[in-house]
């Protein structure tokens, strides 16, 4: 098992604008391959209208704890973790007690942060998320070596990180106990105290959708749950993998997901092509053909609106020839009479 940490960091030198983002992930237990625990830590500074800091708690990517600089206090995001609150109630005390302690920890590694890379003023974000996922995708910053228990730097702008974390035992310590029992623990409380939610199947409305007859074909999914979902498109049954533009799966207000896959527009049989969901634990895949008579899109025809307008006006202008000959008429009969 690893704890693996990523910083990136991006300028934008006329703004005098830095950030520096960590991300901590921890893989205990296969149980994390089902569902996620996670904190995201944000300290700032100079950012207006926003708390230095702010701790946000995750239960299966739903939003379940809230905490900020200004409030100083956890908030819950979820009915189910009222249930939480009355059997371990000492839990939530012993949390905002953490949350005040992380929030003097992260001014200090900004401020040290700050002066490692010679920045001073401007905008400048750490952000860190700490729990139980699986995650082999990121790039390491520094890792932190569960076998030896020591931090490892693969980058050289990390080693100074490594030689002052490795000093700190008690951290270290309580990372141990942390990413073997606590979290796992309190995971598998959070998902019993929430399976209703955590723990139910929602399918999606797919649809098909287009900007303009000549752009490309999007297959839309929202409103479905968990978020472990695949789309992807199809020619004669097999899976396309040119000529489409995979979307990410985004959240909902919802809190369900939506899903998207862009399609090139066929040169040939439109009735080859098919648009497949797949989400987990649903045997069945939800299947879309591509058809033109389905698609949805807020395109107008210029033309559709052309003709009418030319039609308005030619009907103004015989209204306009109207007026002036009636007018010439009567005053023909004013100089006869």
């Known amino acids: 098992m690893t704890v693996r940490c990523a910083l990136c960091r991006c300028s934008a030198r006329s703004l005098v604008v830095d950030i520096y983002i960590f991300l901590i992930i921890c893989f205990p237990v296969p149980l994390c391959l089902m569902h996620s625990y996670k904190f995201f830590y944000t300290a700032s500074s100079e950012v207006p209208n926003f708390p230095e800091f702010v701790i946000v708690g995750m239960v299966d990517d739903i939003q379940a704890g809230y905490y900020d600089s200004n409030i100083k206090r956890v908030e819950l995001k979820q009915d189910w973790m009222k249930k939480v609150t009355e059997d371990e109630a000492e839990y939530w005390e012993w949390l905002t007690e953490r949350a005040v302690d992380h929030q003097q920890w992260f001014k200090v590694t900004l401020d040290i942060l700050k002066r490692r890379f010679n920045q001073t003023g401007g905008v400048h974000i750490v952000q860190m998320m700490v729990g139980c996922e699986w995650d082999d995708e990121t790039e390491d910053f520094i890792a932190l070596d569960m076998k030896t228990w020591t931090w490892v730097a693969p980058q050289q702008q990390a080693v100074f990180i490594k030689q002052e974390w490795d000093k700190d035992k008690a951290r270290i310590e309580y990372h141990k106990n942390y990413l073997t029992k606590d979290c796992v623990d309190w995971l598998k409380?959070?998902?019993?105290?929430?399976?209703?939610?955590?723990?139910?199947?929602?399918?999606?409305?797919?649809?098909?959708?287009?900007?303009?007859?000549?752009?490309?074909?999007?297959?839309?999914?929202?409103?479905?749950?968990?978020?472990?979902?695949?789309?992807?498109?199809?020619?004669?049954?097999?899976?396309?993998?040119?000529?489409?533009?995979?979307?990410?799966?985004?959240?909902?207000?919802?809190?369900?997901?939506?899903?998207?896959?862009?399609?090139?527009?066929?040169?040939?049989?439109?009735?080859?092509?098919?648009?497949?969901?797949?989400?987990?634990?649903?045997?069945?895949?939800?299947?879309?053909?591509?058809?033109?008579?389905?698609?949805?899109?807020?395109?107008?025809?210029?033309?559709?609106?052309?003709?009418?307008?030319?039609?308005i006006i030619a009907a103004l202008v015989l209204l306009g020839l109207a007026v002036i000959g009636y007018k010439k008429y009567r005053g023909r009969r004013r100089r006869l009479v």
């Open 189 to 311: 409380k959070f998902v019993n105290y929430g399976r209703s939610s955590l723990m139910r199947t929602d399918l999606p409305t797919v649809s098909l959708l287009q900007k303009t007859p000549s752009s490309r074909v999007t297959c839309h999914a929202t409103g479905f749950y968990p978020n472990r979902a695949m789309m992807f498109w199809r020619k004669d049954g097999e899976e396309l993998h040119e000529d489409v533009d995979k979307g990410e799966i985004l959240p909902n207000h919802d809190g369900s997901f939506q899903i998207s896959a862009d399609l090139q527009l066929p040169s040939d049989d439109w009735g080859k092509y098919d648009c497949v969901f797949q989400l987990s634990g649903v045997k069945e895949d939800i299947v879309t053909k591509l058809d033109k008579r389905e698609i949805k899109t807020n395109y107008v025809n210029p033309m559709n609106t052309v003709i009418p307008i030319i039609a």
